[in-house]
C-alpha cells in the first residue's frame, strides 16, 4: 500500500498479505519518540480495518537494537518543567498516547508479535510487553526495565504486564534491581517466547508469522481476545466468555470443513495437514 510508504519516518512497512511486518526505524539513537508513537497510531488507523490481516510484527530496524528506550530526553525535559512550574499534581484522568497504542494491539483481532532483533530496555521492552508474543536474537543482548535506576519507574505499562505475565515476586525484583536480562534469562522466566539464532532472524522471524498466518484466524482472533479479557474476570464469567468464543468458532464454515476432512482422511488430530483456511 503505497500511502504507507509515503506517510511514515519511523516505519517501514512490508505487507506480505495475510501478514506485515513493521520495522521500527530512528536512526542513530533508535529510541522510541511521542512521534514515533503517532506514526503507529496512523498505522493502526490503516490496517485496523483489514480484515485479511492475521499477524502483525513489530522489529527494529537498526542493527542489533529492538528499541533501545524510550526518548529519555523528552522524559528529562519533561520533569523539569514539572519542577519549575510548581503545580500541585493532578491524578490522571486518561491514559496516555503510549498506553493507548498498545491497548490497540491488545484489541486487534490480528496475533501482534515482537521480533526482537536485538537490546531492548524501558520503553521498548514495554512496547514488546504489549504485544500477544515475543521472540527474541540470541546474540550478547539484553531486555529489561531499569527505570528506577534513574528515579522514575516503567510508564508504559512495564509494572502491570510483567507482574502478569511472570507474576507480581518476580516483577517486582527484576525492577526494584532494575535488573537487565539475558535472552536466556528472559526466555527462561517465561518473558521470550522463542530465541532463535542471530544469523538467521530476519527469515526465521518471516518464517514465524507465516505459520501463524496459515493457521485458523477465527480460532486464533478468539483464542487471543478470551486470553486477554478473561485475566480481568472472576473465572465463572471467563468461562462463559470462552464458552461464547467457542460458539463463534463451531459457527464457522472453516472449522466444520476442517473437522469433516479430519474425520474423511482418517488422520490423528495431531497429524492434521496444512488445512486452506478461508477466515468464514
Known amino acids: 500500500d503505497n500511502r504507507m510508504v509515503d506517510t511514515f519516518n519511523h516505519l517501514r512497512i512490508e505487507d506480505k498479505g495475510h501478514y506485515m511486518i513493521c520495522y521500527l526505524s530512528n536512526p542513530p539513537s533508535h529510541t522510541l519518540t511521542s512521534s ?21 510484527a513489530f522489529t527494529g530496524d537498526g542493527e542489533d537494537v529492538f528499541i533501545k528506550h524510550y526518548e529519555v530526553g523528552e522524559l528529562a525535559n519533561s520533569a523539569e518543567k514539572n519542577i519549575e512550574s510548581n503545580l500541585t499534581q493532578k491524578d490522571p484522568t486518561e491514559l496516555h498516547a503510549f ?27 514495554e512496547f514488546s510487553l504489549g504485544c500477544d508474543l515475543r521472540i527474541m536474537s540470541e546474540g550478547e543482548y539484553f531486555i529489561g526495565l531499569p527505570e528506577t535506576s534513574v528515579g522514575i519507574l516503567p510508564g508504559g505499562g512495564g509494572t502491570q504486564r510483567l507482574s502478569r505475565l511472570i507474576g507480581s515476586s518476580r516483577a517486582l525484583d527484576l525492577i526494584l534491581h ?27 522471524l518471516d518464517l514465524y508469522c507465516q505459520d501463524l498466518a496459515n493457521r485458523a484466524p477465527i480460532a486464533l482472533s478468539q483464542v ?46 495431531e497429524d492434521v495437514e496444512e488445512f486452506n483456511w478461508e477466515g468464514e
Not at 41 to 52: A, G, Q, R, T, V
Open 224 to 269: 487471543k481476545k478470551i486470553i486477554h479479557q478473561g485475566l480481568e474476570m472472576p473465572l465463572e464469567e471467563s468461562l462463559l466468555l470462552e464458552q461464547k468464543a467457542f460458539d463463534v468458532t463451531m459457527n464457522s464454515k472453516d472449522a466444520a470443513r476442517a473437522m469433516r476432512s479430519l474425520l474423511n482422511s482418517q488422520e490423528n488430530i
Open 178 to 204: 532494575a535488573k537487565l536480562l539475558s535472552p536466556a534469562e528472559a526466555y527462561n522466566l517465561g518473558v521470550i517466547n522463542k530465541l532463535i539464532p542471530k544469523d538467521k532472524f530476519e527469515e526465521e
Open 99 to 125: 498506553h493507548k497504542m498498545l491497548l490497540r494491539l491488545k484489541n486487534l483481532d490480528a496475533i501482534v508479535i515482537a521480533g526482537i532483533n536485538g537490546n531492548t530496555a524501558g520503553g521498548g521492552c
Open 36 to 56: 514515533g508513537v503517532a506514526e503507529v497510531h496512523k498505522f493502526l488507523d490503516l490496517i485496523e480495518k483489514n480484515n485479511d490481516l492475521r499477524v502483525l
